[in-house]
C-alpha cells in the first residue's frame, strides 16, 4: 500500500474512533459550547441596559416634606427602587450581601441645602453605603442619588436653582463601603474558595471513576461475599471522601493565610460547618456518579462535563454578584453555590454563624439527597 493510502487509511481509523467514542464528543463539543453558551449570557446581560441596583433609602430627616419628596424620588427611581429601612437595617443588609447600596438622607439635609446654595452654610453629606462588591452599583447610584435631590429640592432652592446647577451642586454624596469583615472585597480569598470547590469536585470525579475500576477488577464481588452489606460499602466511600476534601479544605486554606494572609473573619465554628457539609456534598456526588457511569472512560467525561458547569455557575470561576439577577436566583440550586457562598460568608465577609446554617444546611441536604439517590442505583456487578 503507498504512503498517500496508508496516511488516509489511518485518519479514518482514527477519526471513526473518536466519532464511537461518546467520551471525547461529549469533552470536545458539549462542553465548550455549553461554557460559551453561559459566559455569553452572563456577559451579554451584564453589559446590556436593563440595570437594576438592589438598594434601600434611610430618611434621618423625616420631620421635612423636601426630604420626604426625595425619598419617594429615590423610590420611584427606575435603577434604584429603593425602599425604606432605618440605618442598622440597612447596614445588615449590606453586610450580608443583600443589597448593594444604602442612601443616608441626614438630619437637616434639605434645610443645609437650601443654604448652601445662597453660600449660607457648609455642603450636607449624604451617604451612599455600599456592599464591597458593588463599587459600580454605588457610583450609578451616586449619580441617581444626585439628580434626584435637585429635583426633590427645587422648591426650596427657588430662583438658586439655575445657580446651582451651573456653578456646584450644594451637597456631597459621599461613597462609603460597609462589610463586616472590612471595606474591602477580597478576591484572593474568593479565588481560594472558589479553586479548592472545583479541584475537591474534580476529586468526586476520580474517585467514581475508582469505584469503577474496582468493579470491573471483581473487588466489589469478593467484598460482596465477603459478606459486606452494601450500605457499609457506600457509607465507608462518603467518609473517606469526605475526610479527603477536608484535607484538602485544611490544607487550602493554611496555604492562604501564610501566602496570601486569607483569615477566618468570621464565624471559625461555621467556617467548619460549611466545610463538612461541602465534604459530605461531594463525596456522595462521587458516589452517585459512579452508579451512573459504565465505564470509567464515559464516567470521566461526563463528570467533568458535570463539575465544569457546576464550578461555573457556583460562583467560583468569577463572583456570583457578576451574575445577572435571573441567574444568581436560579444558581441557588446549584449545591457548590453554597459552599462558595458560604465560605465567602465565613472569611472575607466577616459574618456570624447565623449566615453559615443556611449553606450548611443545603449541602447537608444534597448530601442526603446523592447518597440516597445511589444507594438505590448501586450495582455489586
Same mark, same amino acid.
Given at each position: 500500500m ?6 488516509l487509511?489511518?485518519v479514518?481509523k482514527d477519526?471513526?474512533?473518536f466519532?464511537?467514542d ?6 470536545s463539543f458539549a462542553?465548550?459550547?455549553?461554557l460559551a #453558551?453561559l ?19 434611610v430618611?434621618l430627616?423625616?420631620?421635612s416634606a423636601?426630604?420626604?419628596r426625595l425619598?419617594?424620588?429615590l ?11 432605618s440605618?442598622?437595617?440597612a447596614e445588615?443588609?449590606l453586610?450580608?450581601g443583600? =443589597?448593594?447600596?444604602?442612601?443616608? =438622607?441626614p ?5 443645609q ?5 445662597r453660600s ?10 455600599a456592599?464591597?462588591?458593588s463599587?459600580?452599583e ?5 449619580g441617581?442619588a444626585?439628580?434626584a435631590?435637585?429635583?426633590?429640592l427645587?422648591p426650596e432652592l ?7 446647577a451651573?456653578t ?5 454624596a459621599? =461613597?462609603?463601603a460597609v462589610?463586616?469583615?472590612g471595606?474591602?472585597y477580597d478576591?484572593a480569598?474568593?479565588a481560594?474558595a472558589?479553586m479548592g470547590v472545583?479541584?475537591i ?5 476520580d474517585s467514581a471513576?475508582?469505584m469503577?475500576?474496582?468493579r ?9 461475599a465477603?459478606?459486606?452489606a ?9 467518609l473517606s471522601?469526605? =475526610?479527603i476534601a477536608?484535607?484538602?479544605i485544611v490544607f487550602?486554606?493554611?496555604f492562604?493565610?501564610m501566602? #496570601?494572609g486569607i483569615?477566618i473573619?468570621g464565624?471559625?465554628l461555621g ?5 463538612v ?8 456526588l462521587?458516589v452517585?456518579i459512579s452508579t451512573f ?8 467525561g461526563a463528570?467533568?462535563?458535570?463539575v465544569?458547569i457546576g464550578?461555573?455557575?457556583s460562583g467560583?470561576w468569577?463572583?456570583?454578584f457578576?451574575?445577572p439577577?435571573w #441567574?444568581?436566583s436560579a444558581?441557588?440550586f446549584v449545591?457548590?453555590?453554597?459552599a462558595?457562598?458560604?465560605l465567602?460568608?465565613?472569611t472575607?465577609r466577616g459574618?456570624?454563624i447565623d449566615?453559615?446554617?443556611?449553606p450548611?444546611g443545603? #449541602?447537608?441536604l444534597a ?7 445511589a444507594?438505590?442505583r448501586?450495582?455489586?456487578?
Amino acid at each position: 500500500m503507498s504512503f498517500p493510502r496508508q496516511l488516509l487509511a489511518l485518519v479514518r481509523k482514527d477519526l471513526k474512533l473518536f466519532r464511537a467514542d461518546r467520551r471525547a464528543l461529549i469533552v470536545s463539543f458539549a462542553v465548550p459550547a455549553m461554557l460559551a #453558551l453561559l459566559f455569553g449570557l452572563v456577559f451579554r446581560s451584564t453589559s446590556g441596559s436593563g440595570v437594576h441596583i438592589k438598594s434601600r433609602v434611610v430618611n434621618l430627616d423625616p420631620g421635612s416634606a423636601a426630604s420626604l419628596r426625595l425619598a419617594d424620588a429615590l423610590a420611584a427611581d427606575p435603577l434604584l427602587a429603593a425602599l425604606p429601612a432605618s440605618r442598622a437595617e440597612a447596614e445588615d443588609l449590606l453586610q450580608k450581601g443583600k =443589597i448593594d447600596v444604602a442612601l443616608v =438622607i441626614p438630619e437637616h439635609f434639605a434645610a443645609q441645602t437650601a443654604a448652601a446654595s445662597r453660600s449660607a452654610g457648609a455642603r450636607p453629606t449624604l451617604e451612599v453605603l455600599a456592599d464591597p462588591t458593588s463599587k459600580m452599583e454605588a457610583g450609578i447610584a451616586q449619580g441617581a442619588a444626585a439628580r434626584a435631590v435637585m429635583q426633590a429640592l427645587a422648591p426650596e432652592l427657588d430662583a438658586d436653582y439655575l445657580r446651582c446647577a451651573s456653578t456646584g451642586s450644594p451637597f456631597t454624596a459621599e =461613597i462609603r463601603a460597609v462589610g463586616a469583615g472590612g471595606d474591602h472585597y477580597d478576591g484572593a480569598a474568593h479565588a481560594l474558595a472558589g479553586m479548592g470547590v472545583q479541584f475537591i469536585l474534580i476529586g468526586a470525579v476520580d474517585s467514581a471513576v475508582g469505584m469503577l475500576n474496582e468493579r470491573q477488577q471483581g473487588l466489589f464481588r469478593r467484598l460482596r461475599a465477603a459478606p459486606l452489606a452494601r450500605a457499609t460499602l457506600i457509607t465507608s466511600r462518603l467518609l473517606s471522601g469526605a =475526610i479527603i476534601a477536608l484535607l484538602v479544605i485544611v490544607f487550602l486554606y493554611s496555604f492562604g493565610s501564610m501566602t #496570601l494572609g486569607i483569615t477566618i473573619k468570621g464565624s471559625k465554628l461555621g467556617f467548619g460547618l460549611v466545610a463538612v457539609g461541602f465534604a459530605l456534598m461531594a463525596a456522595a456526588l462521587g458516589v452517585l456518579i459512579s452508579t451512573f457511569g459504565k465505564t470509567p472512560q464515559a464516567t470521566r467525561g461526563a463528570g467533568v462535563f458535570i463539575v465544569l458547569i457546576g464550578t461555573m455557575l457556583s460562583g467560583a470561576w468569577f463572583p456570583s454578584f457578576m451574575f445577572p439577577s435571573w #441567574l444568581r436566583s436560579a444558581t441557588l440550586f446549584v449545591p457548590s453555590r453554597w459552599a462558595v457562598d458560604g465560605l465567602d460568608a465565613m472569611t472575607w465577609r466577616g459574618l456570624g454563624i447565623d449566615a453559615a446554617l443556611a449553606p450548611a444546611g443545603v #449541602l447537608l441536604l444534597a448530601a442526603v439527597i446523592f447518597g440516597g439517590w445511589a444507594a438505590t442505583r448501586f450495582k455489586w456487578d
